[in-house]
């Protein structure tokens, strides 16, 4: 069925007379496609409703239009090409939408740029952020400027761009559907559309590899098998050797033994000893139903750190590193072991070059408190994903919904993810194949593939889909560094937990609101991270104590409660 149907959208590509549009549109600085600004096109004559090419219906049906798009996620930028409006794949997706995108990304706190956008009223055409929950962090912020009206309603526009409207479901999990997306604040509109969402089966979500990865080099000068650590006081004990074994950066500098990425991101790899395979907010600790901030393990977790710290173990910056910094310190090996996900994006290109022996090893897996080791935990569908919005003010909504339906055809993913047919890729069996050149090109600098196109449409504009599952790649056909990634897969298997998340149970307990509002200013993360520091072990413990009472003030101990009451009247509730 695929086969067919990619046929038939491809040969009908061949056949469109587009050649005026190219050449109005690809002049993109000039006559009326003004650089940074938003050309209004209300005759949308051409939409993507059935086969996600938007110039079927003749190129005259399409104005050049150019959208602003934020990138609302720290080092989103990663993906996109130098030359962002005449990069091949761009080129093509303004043949096909008559859209020219302006990128735009951030390196700083994506709730604080959200903030600022929403209270400036700078809402740029087309933006992606993080959307985990509308009770917190981003999706509150997001949630909240969608009911004063700053998002534009999208539910009018859905059955005319059929793709869009299927990512609003799948690949979704369904508790997150019903409480989240569809929560009856909302009032049955639409605001957000899900990006990164698997295609609806297991095999489709994405794993993404979290753990410790520590320098090869270092283990073998050790005699360490990365395998063997997979406790805290391993880990603890590798550090101590790396402190003093001497070890050197790139530029002969000596190593910080343990970091993380940017802002911290992800120093939970160094506590996951205390970690479970939870899909809520509540544990079960002695019997009893709690919240995750009142759990007994804040304090081991706790005083872990200082040691790393206090011991000269733990980068001191890491809670204070930008992207910039932390990529910086990946680079040039200065960083021993660090957590996070495997970071190949940015390791291939550089310090995998410079110096191939350094190549990252990850420990363990590490075991969590059951003793199972820990990986990604989902639901069958994915809680949580970066989300699409428009802003309220886009003058032409058609233009950014047009283009987002074709990223989400079958055509617009092989763009996405293969870039031009007969350049970069041809059709084999119905599966695209590099062409031997191009394949080349890619495996000696990932750059070109960057610079071609070939990153940022699939990580900004796509959900519902895996590339991996629809076109799994052979492994004779596999760079270096996607085996290697796939051999941390095979180590880290999902782990699928079906079941609703009890965190949807306290929303209706008749204080949640009073809950919300008494808690919504308390940080437990920055009071912990300040702990971390505190001038000995009694401050800390007064730190987290105190950030613990105010939760407890605000009544969280009745929350839990009341959650574990509910849960006991379902069998479908997972902690």
Request: proline share 5%.
């Amino acid at each position: 069925m695929r086969k067919s149907r990619l046929k038939s959208s491809l040969s009908l590509t061949l056949a469109i007379p587009l050649l005026a549009l190219t050449v109005t549109a690809c002049g993109g600085n000039g006559g009326n496609n003004d650089p940074g600004s938003t050309t209004g096109n209300t005759g949308n004559k051409g939409n993507t409703a059935n086969t996600g090419n938007a110039g079927d219906n003749g190129s005259d049906a399409l104005k050049p239009v150019t959208l602003s798009f934020l990138s609302a996620w720290n080092g989103g930028g990663a993906g996109f090409p130098q030359d962002q409006e005449n990069n091949p794949v761009a080129q093509k997706l303004r043949e096909k939408t008559g859209v020219t995108l302006k990128l735009e990304s951030i390196t700083t706190s994506e709730v604080e740029k959200l903030n600022t956008i929403f209270a400036s009223d700078t809402v740029p055409d087309i933006v992606n952020a993080p959307f985990w929950s509308t009770t917190g962090g981003e999706g509150q912020v997001i949630k909240k400027a969608a009911l004063e009206g700053q998002l534009l309603d999208l539910t009018p526009y859905l059955d005319k761009y059929p793709n869009v409207k299927k990512l609003m479901t799948q690949g979704v999990a369904k508790d997150f559907a019903e409480f989240e997306l569809n929560s009856p604040d909302m009032e049955g509109k639409h605001y957000v559309i899900p990006m990164q969402t698997p295609d609806g089966t297991p095999e489709s979500i994405h794993n993404w590899n979290y753990g410790l990865y520590a320098r090869g080099d270092i283990l073998k000068a050790l005699n360490v098998n990365a395998a063997d650590i997979d406790t805290q006081d391993k880990v603890l004990d590798l550090l101590t050797k790396i402190k003093n074994g001497s070890f050197k950066d790139i530029s002969g500098k000596p190593v910080i033994p343990s970091g993380t990425m940017h802002n911290g991101w992800d120093y939970s790899q160094f506590l996951s000893g205390w970690s479970d395979y939870n899909i809520s907010d509540f544990r079960q600790e002695d019997g009893k139903l709690i919240h995750w901030t009142q759990s007994k393990d804040q304090e081991a977790r706790l005083l872990y750190m200082r040691k790393l710290i206090s011991n000269g173990l733990f980068d001191p910056e890491a809670f204070s590193n930008t992207d910039t910094t932390a990529n910086e310190k990946l680079a040039t090996g200065k960083l021993a072991v660090f957590g996070a996900q495997s970071m190949m994006g940015q390791l291939q290109n550089t310090l995998y070059k410079t110096n191939p022996e350094m190549q990252y090893e990850l420990l363990g897996p590490m075991k969590n408190k059951s003793g199972n080791i820990v990986t990604q935990v989902e639901k069958p569908g994915r809680s949580g994903f970066p989300v699409l919005f428009l802003s309220a003010k886009i003058k032409d909504p058609d233009a950014a919904l047009r283009l987002i339906d074709y990223a989400n055809s079958d055509e617009g993913r092989l763009l996405a993810y293969w870039g031009i047919e007969g350049k970069d890729y041809t059709m084999v069996d119905g599966k695209p194949q590099w062409i031997p050149d191009m394949k080349k090109k890619f495996d000696e600098n990932t750059d070109v593939k960057r610079d071609e196109g070939l990153n940022y449409l699939s990580g900004s504009f796509q959900g519902a889909f895996s590339s991996e599952v629809t076109w799994p790649i052979p492994d004779d056909q596999k760079t270096q560094w996607e085996k290697l990634e796939a051999s941390f897969s095979k180590r880290l298997p999902i782990q699928i937990i079906d079941k609703v998340s009890a965190t949807y149970l306290e929303r209706d307990w008749p204080q949640y609101n009073d809950f919300r509002d008494k808690t919504a200013s308390l940080n437990f993360d920055e009071e912990f991270r300040k702990a971390c520091y505190a001038k000995s072990d009694d401050d800390a413990l007064k730190i987290l104590h105190g950030i613990q009472d105010k939760f407890k003030a605000a009544g969280v101990e009745a929350m839990a409660q009341y959650v574990s009451e509910k849960a006991a009247a379902r069998d479908d509730i997972g902690w």
